[in-house]
């Protein structure tokens, strides 16, 4: 079945960088397009940024333009979220997403406290 884990969460300084990663199995990784959200706690889920199948294209949310950076490798069936100046308004819980269905990870919690 499909299955989706993340990890890479942590607390992490005003400033500060952190890279999230989602381990991906149970279906041909490279055939969907993947997507990263976030919820803050009393907030609705958000999305983050969105990748392409194949990596060659990628869409973010304005508050997060310029400062993260989302990727795959299709080798590893990983999807990767670099996130760069790190504020406390990015503190959630962070999802990854898989198109075409309702496919979600558990969650990885990031706080960014100083």
């Known amino acids: 079945q499909v299955q989706l884990v993340e990890s890479g969460g942590g607390l992490v300084q005003p400033g500060g960088s952190l890279t999230l990663s989602c381990a991906a199995s149970g279906f041909i990784f490279s055939a969907y397009g993947m997507s990263w959200y976030r919820q803050a706690p009393g907030k609705e889920r958000e999305l983050v940024a969105v990748?392409?199948?194949?990596?060659?294209?990628?869409n973010y949310a304005d508050s997060v333009k310029g400062r993260f950076t989302i990727s795959r490798d299709n080798a590893k069936n990983t999807l990767y979220l670099q996130m760069n100046s790190l504020k406390p308004e990015d503190t959630a819980v962070y999802y990854c997403?898989?198109?075409?269905?309702?496919?979600w990870g558990q969650g990885t919690q990031v706080t960014v406290s100083s």
């Open positions: 997403h898989r198109h075409l269905g309702a496919y």
């Open positions: 990748i392409t199948r194949l990596g060659d294209g990628a």
